[in-house]
Structure formats: C-alpha cells, structure tokens
C-alpha cells in the first residue's frame, strides 16, 4: 500500500506544482496585451521605433498602442526585469497602473519588487543600486520603495522606473522601445488585426496573447506528458507486483477461506470481501499520496519538482495553493480502479478454491 | 429428509472414497457413522453439506438435489442449513471467539442488534460467553470445542454433522461433548457424527449406528 | 495528435479494459460452446468457476466505465480550451469524424452493460441459471461493440489537430444550414412537446395496465424524445438564449451542471424500464423497476418542464 502512496504521492505533487505555476503563470498572461509586436534582426528581437505607433493607430479596432521599454539587467547571476514606465501614459497593467497612481517616481528613483529588494540588501545596496550602463559609466538610482504585485512571479524580480531612464540604463535612442504592444478591446477582432499589421509590417513578429497561452499550455503538456509515462511504467510493474503476490496464496489464507466456505460463504462473498479489501488499500494510498504531496508542495514548496519546470527564471517562488479537481479525479483514476483491476484474478482464484480440498 | 441415492465418489487422484452408497436419514435423528480414517464417512458428511459434488448418484435433503445445485446456492443452502463442526475445529485463531462464531453470519449483513442476540444465545448455550474476546490460538482444547460448535448452531441449522469430534480430546472432554451431544438431541435436530471413537456407539440416545468400510457400507 | 494527461489517462483505462475484457471473452466462448447444464465432470465445474471470473470483470469494467464517461466529459472541455474554435464538448466531438459515433456508441454501450448486470444478476438468483449461457452470448456481442469504442476513441484522439479550427455549438446546433440537426431543430416545438408529454402520459397509462413490453418501448422512445426536445427546446430555457441549443453547454459550471442531473435521472429511469420489456423479473422486482423508472423520468420531466415555466412567470413571454 506504501509503494502505490508514494507513487501518487509522486504524481500528485507533479500534477499540484504544474497546476500552481499553470495559474501563476496564466495570471501574468492575463495582464499581458492582446497583441506584441517585436522588430527582429537577424531572427534575434531588437527595438521597435516609437514613430511606428501612429501608423497603427489607424487601423480600426486598435483602441489603444504603447511603447514599452523593458529588459533584463544581470547582477550576480541573477536576472532582473527592468520596467519603465510614463506616468502620463494609460497603463494596461494594473499593478503599474496603481503604481504610476500612487508614487511620484522621479528620473532618479525606482520601485522594486520583494526578491529584488532582497537581492540588493545582500550586497549592502539599501537606499540606491548603482547600474552599469553599456558604455560602462554608473547610474545611480535610488530605491523609493517596495511593492507586491498580484502575482508572485511578476513582483519578485521586477524593477519599475522612469521609461527614459531606463532607456538610459539599456542605451537606447529616445524613441526606441522594446516592444509596442497593442491593446484591442474586442477579442474577436485580435486575428484580422494581426493580418493588418503583417500587412504593414511584414518583417515584424507580431505575436498574439492567446498563442502564448497555448504555447505555455503545450508545454506543460508535454513536460506532464513524459512524466506520466515513467508514471505508467511504474504502475505497470506495480501491477505485476501486486497480480504476483496476491496470486500466491499461503496455506494458512488459503485455508481460512476454504473454513469461510465450508461455513456457508458463496463464491461472490468471498470475492466482495476481497473487493473491500482492495478498496480500502487502495483508497487510503490514494489519500495518503494526495495528503503526502500536499504538504510537500505547499509546505516544504516543492524542492526538486519545481526546478523541472522552472527554467526561466532563476529567482525562487512560493507555490499558491491551487486545488483542481480535475486533477483529483485524475489521479484516483489512475490508482484506485487500476490496483482493483489488478486484484481480480487473484480475488477470484481464492475464492473458487474448493472448500473440501483445502481442509483435507 | 437426507437420502444418498446410489452415490459413489472418485477424487481426482482416482481414489474410491465411496462406491454406490444409498442411505436415508429421517429428521430429527442422531446417527453415527462408524468407521476407520479413510473409509468414507468424511466425504459423506461433506457431500450432505454439500461441499463436494458426487461422481455419480444424487444427494437430496428436504427434496433438495443439493448436488446438482449451483454453487451459488448450494453455499446458501449451507450456511441456511448445516452446522459443521471440523475434526481440527478449523477456528480461526487470529480472531476472537465472538467473531468466529459469527462467521457463518457475515454475509448477511444482519442488523447490530439481531446479530448480537444470536450470538448471546449461543454462546451461553455452549458456556463460552466469559471468553468472547479471547483470541481463539489462546484458548484450552475444550473451549476450542465449544467454540467450534457454537458456531456450527449460531444460524440454527436442521442438520448438524460432526467429523471425528472427539479425536483431539481427553476422556474428560470426550464425555463433556456427549452431554452436548444429547442437549442437542433434544432440539429436533438432525444429527450425523462421523467417529471411530467406541464411546459413542452404545450410547443409548443414538438411533442408528451406520458402519463404512472402504467406501461401501457394511450391512448390519 | 494530442497527449495530454488526461487523454493518456484514458488510454491507461481502455488498455486495462481491453485487457480483461478480451480474457472475459475468451472464457465466455469456452462457456457457450462447451458449458452443459446437465454433466457432473470437472471441466463443467471449472467452467461454472470461470463464469465467476467473467462476472467479476464485467462488474468492474462497467462500473469504472462509468467514471471514464464522466472523466471524459471533463477532458472534452478541457480540450475545447486548446482547440480553436471550440467553446465546450460538442465543438470536440465534431472535430473528427469519429466524435459524435463515439459518444453515441459509448451511451449505448452503458445502457447494454447495465442491461448485462441485470441479466447476471437475474440468472444468479435462479437455481436453475436460466439465463448462463445466454448472458455469455450476450457478452460475446457486448465485447466488439466495447473493442469498437475503444478504436474509435483511440482514432478520434489521434486525429484531432489543434491547428484547425471547429466549430462551436452555435454552428453544429443552427438553425439555418441544411444539415440533420437544422431539420430536427427547425420541426415546430409544439409538436416536439407534444411527442415528449404523450409517451410520458402513456408510460404511465402502460404501468396502470401493467403492460411492461408497451412500456419498455415507450422508455425507450421516451430516450430519444428527450434528447430531441432538450436541444431543441428546453436547453434554450435553461441558457436563456433561443438560439443555443448545445446539450454540452449544460455541463458546464455556468450552468451549474444541470447538465449531470438531467442525464443521470434521465438514463436511470429509462434503463429501468427498458430492461423491464427485455427480461422476466419477479412480481416485486418488477414493481421496483416500474417504480424507479417512474420516479426518474418523472423528476427528469419536472426538471425540465420547470424552466420553460419558470421563465414565462419571469418574464411573461416565451423565448
């Protein structure tokens, strides 16, 4: 019964981490514009210009296009998004929103997110963090706050300041972005717009929120995927294990059930109790499994599972606690009716012994 | 009530256990099958209880053709029916005394209550209700006994067979099973005891001493 | 070609299935060519132990069958959010060809496992076993129709691409296309409620008269007249929307999963007075089959007569 605990317990923790960072990760989708549209050099993403934006402007469904200048910056192995932002601009994000609301980030100043704040504290940074721009000169920005975004993802290495520093920070011209991302209220039109603007733009890359979505969902799958078929492998020998030793049968059962029938219990009561039997082994493993990768997800956070997925970020995050229950269902699936099955031919050997021959 | 119709037996290494044996048994009597191991009487009182099916011949009790009866009935029809009481008990010792004795009654899913009462009943009837939950590997030879045939009259069955119920026991005890023997005469049931024991074949409430010999019976 | 967890699930299931219902057949033909009522040898007695084994599979296979179809269900949806187009089962089930066979075949498959319970249940209660070799025959048939659903789901997973796109109920379901479905949906809904309200009035006429073959069949018509008259009418109560007629949708938990009750009542009671036109039961055991079908179709009729009525009180008008 152990073994098939521990095997869901496997399972379940996979299937629990996958779900958590699944919704982490959708609710950052969430807050991403429908459409993103990247220059590309050399196949690699370079920086779009700002003049661009009145050209898309025009076209109808388009409600709303804004330049975004964004990045990563390396320090100490660790790898930190850089966000700018205007406050005289409409935010689509609303933690930026908020933020551009509530503080007065001056050219000078940034907010940073809780791991980032962290990582700065370790190397003595408190108040200000000196960056190094690409023409190796310093620039000092001081550090105006904390915030916590919605998602535990976006805040832990996030780092928001003044867009025109940041180009300063990156070495970009003043009207080079990142990206332009275009915001499109009716979601219907998100493809004919996307035709548009390859039309106009036929060497941009201009990607959609909702391949995003299913490229993140593929691959989870896949990654679950091969997962569960060393899964499978296992619970096929756990099968043979199990159909093996319940086939042999000691004397002293052997002879229980035959007393059993001698006193009067039919062929299907013997095969009920086994059933029984067989139930509960297998419920309280399902339980135990479930209960053992719980703790492990949510309390001890996952420690080696996680790094499965997470190969995009290095900065550690805290699972939220997900509970799907399709996943549930899943799982109980795969172990409960499966060991069952495995106890039927057993089961019923034992109980088509005849009773006279095992009391002789 | 019970009548073997020309019943014979081949177990499957081709041993002869019984070789054309016909005989009628009326309700409510006590009779003892003589003879040495091996001569058969065991596998008659198994094909009564229906726990082996003849090779040839029919076994009918209360015109029942108990061996031509599914298995599914026939198990029915002994647990209704038979109480069984083994040469080794067959008690299983991991298990209390209650709950062994309640074993025939498992599968019928009775009520807490109406359970409980018949097992009362028994056991104080077979004097072992101060042991119920003692495990059965640590009770005496004799409490063993009472054990086992209380749990062969715990679903009150009509026929009661008994197979060489005296073999494991001291005089003492041998005697004490006779007193059981005639109590239980006395309720009307039928009473089939298969023994080689010489005490029970002058006793004066056996209606009839029926004697085997190699499978066929010896006429008296 | 689409993997998922839970399409490997299912794989997992069907394999176990295959498995041991391939091991039921094989004993079942033993059985029926070589079982004899009357024969006292130990083959016969094995054959008798061997019809136990193929019981206890049937059991298994059917009751977990009926969580796979439930599991299903939910992997459908799940699909539907993967696959263009698609905004619940139905647009899974059109993207191949094999979809709407196969959930056909998969409901017919549980209605003719629950009718092969009953019959062993039936035959195991009767000391002479009337029905042994028959209910085996039986499963002989039963075995290709499952190996079947089995193929056909294994295809319809393989063949689905998530690069093209489905479409959605609102298009399988319309009323304009010439399609099947367009016509049925297109017959006057009052004659629809009329069909649906007179089997029921006559199945309860069948139960006073206590003629269980008239009534089996009106159970059976009742079945279709349902599902007809759920699409096309009583679904666009329950959406509130005279132009959706998904029978899908209801699962969903926008709709709370009013969905689940409707089928669960309306299988049970059809199944139970079904089987009564296809077996012979006893005196109670038929007035316990005639009773649960009633109730459930009962309660399936007032389940969906409800909105409709509920939503003319609202509102004042019909959609």
New interface residues.
């Given amino acids: 019964m152990f073994v098939l605990a521990l095997l869901v317990g496997i399972l379940a923790s996979f299937?629990f981490v996958e779900n958590s960072l699944k919704y982490e990760l959708e609710s950052t989708l969430d807050l991403q514009p429908q459409i993103i549209i990247t220059k590309q050099k050399a196949g690699r993403d370079t920086t779009v210009d700002e003049k661009d934006i009145n050209v898309i402007l025009n076209i109808k469904g388009v409600n709303d296009v804004l330049s975004r200048v964004w990045g990563y910056y390396r320090f100490k192995d660790k790898r930190l998004i850089l966000i700018g932002i205007d406050t005289f601009e409409n935010q689509y994000d609303d933690i930026l929103a908020k933020i551009t609301k509530s503080t007065e980030l001056n050219v000078s100043s940034m907010l940073v997110g809780e791991g980032v704040k962290k990582l700065f504290s370790q190397y003595y940074y408190h108040d200000y963090f000196n960056f190094i721009l690409p023409d190796l000169s310093l620039k000092k920005i001081f550090i105006a706050g904390t915030f916590k975004a919605t998602t535990k993802l976006e805040s832990n290495d996030m780092v928001v300041m003044n867009k025109d520093t940041l180009r300063t920070i990156f070495g970009y011209q003043y009207n080079e972005a990142t990206d332009l991302a275009v915001i499109v209220k009716n979601p219907e039109e998100v493809a004919s717009i996307m035709v548009k603007l390859q039309n106009i733009f036929p060497t941009y890359k201009i990607v959609a929120k909702k391949d995003l979505r299913?490229t993140l969902?593929?691959r989870f799958?896949?990654k679950?995927?091969i997962f569960?078929?060393l899964f499978?492998i296992s619970?096929f020998t756990f099968f043979m294990i199990v159909y093996d030793k319940l086939s042999g049968l000691s004397s002293t059962e052997k002879?229980?059930i035959?007393?059993?029938?001698?006193?009067?219990?039919?062929?299907?009561?013997v095969?009920?109790a086994r059933f029984y039997e067989g139930l509960i082994i297998s419920l309280s493993a399902y339980v135990v499994g479930i209960m053992a990768a719980l703790l492990y997800v949510y309390m001890l956070d996952a420690p080696l599972v996680k790094n499965i997925f997470l190969s995009y970020n290095d900065m550690d995050i805290s699972l939220p606690f997900i509970m799907d229950y399709?996943t549930l269902?899943?799982l109980f699936?795969?172990s409960v009716?499966?060991y069952?099955?495995a106890t039927?031919?057993p089961?019923?050997k034992v109980?088509?012994l005849d009773?006279?021959e095992v009391?002789r | 009530m019970i009548k073997l119709d020309h019943v014979s037996k081949i177990y499957a290494n081709n041993t002869v256990a019984l070789d054309d044996v016909s005989l009628n048994f009326a309700e409510g009597e006590l009779i003892i099958l003589k003879g040495v191991s091996g001569s058969g009487k065991s596998t008659i009182l198994s094909l009564i209880a229906g726990l082996l099916k003849p090779t040839q011949g029919d076994v009918v009790v209360d015109a029942k053709h108990i061996s031509k009866l599914p298995d599914h009935f026939c198990s029915q029809y002994r647990r209704d029916n038979i109480g069984f009481i083994f040469q080794k008990y067959n008690l299983i010792p991991l298990l209390s005394v209650k709950e062994n004795i309640a074993l025939p009654l498992v599968p019928l899913n009775l009520d807490e209550d109406v359970l409980h009462v018949k097992l009362e009943i028994v056991m104080k009837m077979f004097r072992i209700e101060h042991k119920k939950d003692m495990k059965v590997k640590n009770l005496s030879g004799g409490e063993q006994q009472r054990t086992a045939i209380a749990r062969a009259n715990v679903n009150d069955p009509k026929i009661i067979l008994a197979d060489e119920p005296t073999a494991n026991l001291d005089e003492k005890l041998s005697l004490e099973f006779i007193q059981i023997l005639k109590a239980l005469k006395s309720s009307h049931k039928t009473i089939i005891v298969a023994t080689h024991d010489p005490l029970f074949f002058e006793l004066e409430f056996v209606d009839r001493v029926v004697e085997i010999n190699n499978g066929k019976l010896v006429c008296s | 070609m689409l993997l998922t967890p839970e399409i490997i699930t299912i794989y997992i299931l069907n394999l176990i299935f295959f498995i041991f219902a391939s091991v039921a057949f094989y004993y079942s033909v033993k059985i029926v060519f070589l079982y004899d009522k009357n024969a006292m040898s130990t083959l016969q007695y094995k054959l008798q132990k061997q019809s136990y084994l193929v019981a206890t599979i049937i059991k298994f296979i059917f009751y977990t069958k009926i969580l796979v179809f439930l599991f299903f269900i939910f992997t459908l949806d799940d699909i539907a959010t993967i696959l263009p187009g698609a905004m619940c089962g139905a647009g899974v089930v059109n993207a191949t060809a094999y979809g709407t066979y196969l959930l056909i075949l998969k409901i017919i498959n549980l209605y003719i496992f629950a009718y092969w319970l009953v019959l062993n249940t039936q035959d195991i209660n009767s000391e002479e076993q009337v029905y042994l070799k028959y209910k085996f025959q039986v499963y002989m048939a039963v075995y290709f129709l499952l190996v079947g659903e089995i193929i056909l789901e294994s295809l319809m997973f393989f063949s689905i691409d998530t690069k093209s796109v489905v479409d959605c109920c609102g298009t399988i379901f319309s009323t304009t296309d010439g399609t099947y479905m367009a016509k049925l949906l297109s017959v006057d809904p009052m004659i629809l409620l009329a069909t649906f309200y007179t089997i029921y009035s006559l199945m309860i006429c069948s139960y006073i008269l206590k003629n269980k073959y008239i009534f089996s069949l009106l159970n059976l018509l009742f079945v279709i007249i349902s599902l007809v008259s759920l699409i096309a009418y009583f679904g666009t109560y329950i959406y509130e929307l005279p132009t959706h007629h998904c029978p899908f949708c209801l699962l969903q938990r926008d709709y709370n999963y009013i969905g689940y009750l409707l089928y669960i009542f309306l299988f049970i009671g059809t199944f139970h007075g079904i089987v009564l036109g296809l077996m012979d039961f006893s005196v109670e055991e038929e007035r316990k089959k005639y009773r649960i079908s009633l109730f459930f179709t009962t309660l399936y009729l007032l389940f969906v007569s409800y909105f409709p009525i509920a939503y003319y009180i609202k509102n004042g008008v019909c959609l």
């Fill in positions: 299937f299913i969902e593929n799958n896949s679950s995927s569960l078929i499978i619970l002879n229980e035959g007393i059993l029938k001698a006193i009067g219990w039919r062929i299907e009561d095969l009920q399709e269902f899943l699936l795969l009716p499966v069952l099955f039927i031919i089961s019923w109980a088509t009773a006279d009391m």
